[in-house]
């Protein structure tokens, strides 16, 4: 496992839970890839010139950025398959080695929240029929929704992603903070949170879009913008986010 | 009940089955009235004229635009409590009535989706203390989660709810269409989109928050956003979202 940090964590984990030998972990940083090896058995490594290359897979899960320097460093006599866990990179950065793939899970991970592997969907894209059936046989162990994904639906996925998950969030961050400076408590906006969550697990999203701007009521959204006023980056993603749900309703 | 739409049919049916008894239903349209209020017992009207003045209470849950035109056409002498179900209309709008009020249920509605009204925040606020406590008693017999709250507070809550929910679900709308142009299922974000909810249930969204943007990955946003270049109103969503995820990364 090379990278210590959310993804590599809990994979790393869930690879250990289904029986799987974890040889190494590597990071540039020899105490978090003690933290992540040690309790399950591994050896901690921070240069690459350490590492085993008689093992069955060699998973990048460093960030992005990393991903070609770390490969670089990797000898090219790998026996085994090579893969990364971007949403983003294109497969064909591992061309270097024989046999290379991809094992993207498509989830949020937080090192302090525990999740259920089995529910991630986990994205695969090999080289060679033999890769993928390894992989595909790895991802069926901890997860039940693993499914091939070429390099350009895999963007479209992660990109999807951040749309559903990392803006969302930001979208939920904005809410507290203006209920925090009225002195009222996020817990109250909670409930309609999770039943809008909830909603779209059964219904089509553009289907069940509610509001003032699904339902054009302008005076209502005015007043969203006159209240906005003081925190004009707000008031820019209300009138964007506006305009996009009418748009959707308008193409409907 | 005054209104036959989602907030209207969801709010006479909790009430309803709290024991209370709904005497009349108003709508422009009789038959929309006919349809909330005949499985209620209660009388279809589509003319204001008609409405039985000796009731406790009469809700306006109506259009935050036509909350001033109905209440122009109330009798002034009405004895029962006058409230609206809106976030964003001051309670001052119902002035005319001696005893006001508002009872804004912090929910998204949709009439094909049962909801568990227990658990949804009520926003109550009234002209005077009688009248307060008449909402409190009424509130406390549908909702778990009733609190006091002035107008000021209330649109606070209600551009934090437009955040939270229905911005939340237009960025779920835009993940839903980006999958299906790439012959991807929307399922598999679903697992993301619960997690990413769940996980603010018991910890602050600014913390958990994830993605290239808080990463500052900025290659990853390049890449998002030269894949977006052909919608051009999501790729700028995207840009103003990255931003403020990472101004609010700034100011922790």
Known sequence: ??????????????????????VQVYSRNIENASLLAHPLGAQAIDDLRHLDTVVDMVILAVSDDAIPSVAEQLPRTLSGVV??????????????????????????????????????????????????????????GISDAAFACDSAQRLALHVAAVFACNFTNHLYAVAAALLERNG???????????????????????????????????????????????DPEWQRLYGLLSEGIQATRNKR
Chains 1, 2 share one sequence.
Do not use: C, W
């Open 184 to 230: 009222l408590a996020f817990d109250l906006i909670k409930p309609l949170v999770m039943e809008t969550a909830q909603k779209i697990m059964a219904l089509d999203p553009a289907q069940v879009q509610t509001g003032p701007a699904v339902r054009g009521d302008q005076k209502t959204m005015d007043k969203h913008l006159e209240f906005l006023k003081k």
């Open 1 to 22: 496992m090379l990278g210590s940090g959310n993804v590599a964590t809990h994979l790393a984990n869930a690879l250990a839970r289904a029986g799987h030998r974890i």
């Open 83 to 140: 893969v990364h866990t971007s949403g983003t990179t294109p497969m064909d950065v591992l061309q270097p080695f024989s046999r290379h793939g991809v094992f993207y899970p498509l989830q949020t991970f937080s090192k302090s929240k525990a999740v259920d592997f089995r529910s991630i969907p986990l994205a695969l894209e090999a080289s060679d029929d033999a890769s993928m059936a390894q992989l595909e046989a790895v991802a069926k």
